[in-house]
Each structure stands twice: as structure tokens, then as C-alpha cells.
């Protein structure tokens, strides 16, 4: 039996999911870590390639490779069991699996990817009347920090990327009873987007 899993859940407003983060659930009792849900790069479950960003229904491969052991044949009919048998397809190295988070090749795409967002290194969802949510991670432990209460001493909240010129840019800034409405970066689309 398993003592630990996770759980993704969608908060409609931003607010609602900032106040998720800053004060963790309880559930049987237990505080859970909880934090903001990065993109990753998409991984072919045919082919096991992060390249061109496709699914399995989309793979020109002709054959399945193995996510373990990198066998022309689906993960799932895998017999390999061992640690040393493990293959990664993606970076070519013996001892683990394709979908393996320590891979070296998934943690470079992991940087690359996120290295194109904005807002990736915030703690919370940015919100432009809201200068709290503009905290910055802790940079030692990366963008989810194995230590997942908040410490003692966060860096101070910088202005976020998207509304560093905002006084320049909205007339609405220089009029004080004319707020800035409200923007949202989010790593997933929501449904009013469909």
C-alpha cells in the first residue's frame, strides 16, 4: 500500500490558488505541500522522444520502444526489472528509464522549457494588484523546492516580467480610481480557452 501520492487540482481564479499555496491542505491530518504545476516538455509514449513535441498517435515511429528498457516493444510487455537492466532511450545511459525525472536529457529540456516562461520562477500566480504573489522561489532548491515549507525568509517580491512597464503602457495606472485589471499567467489552459 502507498503511503504518498499527489493530486492536480484547477482553481478558476488565481487568488483561490495563491491561497492554496501559502496555506497548505490537511487531509487525514497530514499538511500537504502544495505548489504551482509547471509545463513540461511532452514525451511520445510510442517513440519515448521529447522531439517535435507529439503524442503516440501522432509518432511517424514504425514500431513502440520501450520507456524502460528502450526494446523494440511496448513498455507494458517490458520483463526488465533490475535497476542495471534499466535503458533510457533519450540520453543512451544504462540504470535508469526514459521517465525517469533525474534524467539528465529530461532535466535539460526541463530548463530549456522553462528558461521561455516568464513567470516560472514565481511562487505564486503573478496578479498585478497583488504585489504578495510576486515572490520569487528559492533559488538554491530550483523552481519546486524539496523543503516544501515556506521558510522563514523569502526573497523580496519583484515586479513581474508582464507588468514591469505596466505604468507606462495603461493609462489606467496614472488614474488612481481607475485600477489595472487583474492578468493571470497560467500553465494551463482553461476551459474558456477550449
Known sequence: MRDNAHAIIDFFCPTDANAAIRHPFSIQGK??????????????????????SH????CRYSHDVCGTCAGNHRTSACTVSRQEDRYCANCKTRGHTAWDRECPTFKELMKRHHSKLPDVNYRFFPIADDHSSWELEDRENGPHPKNSHPARTRPTPQPHPMFRNEKQRNPAHR????????????PTPTPADS
Open 175 to 186: 488614474n488612481r480610481n481607475n485600477p489595472s485589471p487583474t492578468r493571470l499567467t497560467s
Open 31 to 52: 499538511k500537504t505541500p502544495t505548489r504551482r504545476l509547471l509545463p513540461e516538455p511532452t514525451c511520445c509514449l510510442k517513440c519515448q522522444s521529447f522531439e517535435n
Open 55 to 58: 503524442f503516440a498517435k501522432n
